[in-house]
């Protein structure tokens, strides 16, 4: 069992950055890989980026690709989400989730955060 927490988020303008964290439980943390999601209003959850129980293999969606970097420190059990040059499109709800793989489908993640509010304004 993992219990995930996101932090970070906010109001920026555009053109600025935000640094999301997840903080997570449990003495498994290191053996998940772990994504990011966001959910604007009115709209489906999509991919943001992944990132495999090592830190080695990385994974983003094309719209953030270039602008987010996601990382991961195992010792603190946190996985880091550093999104740069936001543009209003990134406004959102952002989610951590753990899974087995950094695959983009939110099905094959099985545990998630509550969220954490991401507002770009222009």
């Known amino acids: 069992q993992v219990q995930l927490v996101e932090s970070g988020g906010g109001l920026v303008q555009a053109g600025g950055s935000l640094r999301l964290s997840c903080a997570a439980s449990?003495?498994?943390?290191?053996?998940?890989?772990m994504g990011w999601f966001r959910q604007a209003p009115g709209k489906e959850r999509e991919f943001v980026a992944a990132i495999a129980w090592s830190g080695g293999i990385t994974t983003y969606a094309d719209s953030v690709k270039g602008r987010f970097t996601i990382s991961r420190d195992n010792a603190k059990n946190t996985v880091y989400l550093q999104m740069s040059s936001l543009k209003p499109e990134d406004t959102a709800v952002y989610y951590c989730a753990a899974g087995s793989f950094p695959y983009t489908g939110a099905s094959t993640y099985n545990y998630w955060g509550q969220g954490t509010q991401v507002t770009v304004s222009s």
């Open positions: 449990g003495r498994t943390f290191r053996s998940y890989a």
